[in-house]
């Protein structure tokens, strides 16, 4: 397999805490100090017990087989890392010179063992996320912990919407949209279904109660109109008179519609709406002035500063609510937290339903995204250099790999007492 240099263009590793590095260096140097003083010490065994028979020659064998067996383990070891002793022996240094290779190994394998539809509904299923939330929301503290947070996101966000966007959006997006959507056979059903269901009857009734009212509290603003009609030259005394007639008689036809439901006014209109959802929905020339006035109305230039306004006042409506922690938004808030927790508690089928639902989420974003998360294992790994690396994965990895030369030497000065054994045997 042909090897691969590291890119020119390199982006250093970044560096962790100097206080875990320097923890690792000093395990890393211990563990290497180990390695190298069981060496020493069967070299030394080796050369005390040289051309001795009997016990000390199996201690010989022995000690023979522990110095190869951590040489070459040595070897085996640092040639992961680096060239040992500097020399360029093929197939050494294999992280510097095939970190990208590696990379892409490690991607492949991240892809195939961690990121499987099975191996994720399981780790869903075993970690009981939504037993834990409903737990963890029971708390009283916690669960106001989440209102505040989300109150205050809310709260920024609302904060960052500008009238410029306001007016890009219904100017952009809302006006073009309702100019091509006729609006005829919408408004001609939603009064077919009013009138079908009898919706408009409690607009009319709320209206009309609230219309006496008005009459009754506010006769003399009733005369001043009349009286602003009145020919200029009837006496005052009887412009007096005839207004007074008129609210008295006004006030009585107000007050019998009112309270007579099948009062003829009454169905006078809903014949009327009726009609007009008849020919909103068959008349040509009723759908011709209703997209008339519609076109009329879009392009007023109170259409934008109506929604801007409604759009302010809304926002301070909320938040004001939003950052009162006394608010009532901030109350209801916490009060669905909490009847959500006592749900999760109560409820086996939300909690299952709610984990099928993540565990759902979770495959969804793996099979769509799966393969752009485990690519930026081999981006990140082609951006490092290659040295470094090497320096930054023996940092981490290289305290456990000297347990492979200690094994080495310790296994191989057994090995060597068993050939030796064997070989006395034969002979």
Known sequence: MSTQTAPTSTTP???????????????LRRMRTLAVSLLGFAAVVYVATLGQDGFLGYVNSGAEASMVGAI??????????????????PHTALIPRRKDELGRGLQDFVGENFLQEAIIRDRIA??????????????????????????????????KVRDEHIADLVTEALVPRFREEPIAPLLGGLLTEIVRDDLHH???DLALAELHDWLIENPDTVADVLGERAPWWTPPRLNEVVTSRI??????????????????????????????????????????????????????????????????????????????????????????VCRFAERLGAEPELRARLDGLAADAAVFAVERYGKELTAV?????????????????????????????INGTIVGGLVG??????SVVIH
């Open 13 to 27: 590793l970044i560096t962790p805490a100097p206080e875990a590095d320097e923890a690792r260096r000093r395990g």
């Open 72 to 89: 070459a383990d040595w070897f085996a070891v640092t040639a992961l890392f680096k060239h040992p002793l500097g020399l360029p022996i």
């Open 202 to 204: 409690g607009v009319v």
């Open 377 to 405: 294992i081999t981006h990140t790994i082609e951006r490092w250099d290659g040295k470094e690396a090497a320096q930054r994965i023996e940092l981490h990895v290289g305290r456990d790999l000297q347990f492979i030369r």
């Open 126 to 159: 075993a970690a009981t996320i939504a037993r834990r939330l409903g737990t963890w929301l029971e708390d009283p503290a916690n669960a106001r912990r989440v209102v505040d947070e989300v109150s205050d996101v809310a709260s920024i966000a609302l904060g």
């Open 417 to 422: 007492v068993v050939i030796h054994a064997v």
């Open 247 to 336: 609210h008295v008689e006004l006030l009585r036809w107000v007050s019998d519609i009112r309270d007579d439901p099948h009062h003829r006014a009454r169905h006078a209109l809903d014949t009327y709406v009726h009609q007009l959802a008849h020919d909103l929905l068959h008349d040509p020339e009723t759908q011709g002035r209703a997209e008339a006035l519609k076109d009329r109305l879009l392009e007023h230039p109170s259409v934008i500063a109506s929604a801007i306004s409604l759009w302010n006042a809304l926002r301070r409506a909320l938040q004001g609510s939003l950052t009162d922690p006394e608010g009532a938004v901030r109350r209801r808030l916490l009060t669905e």
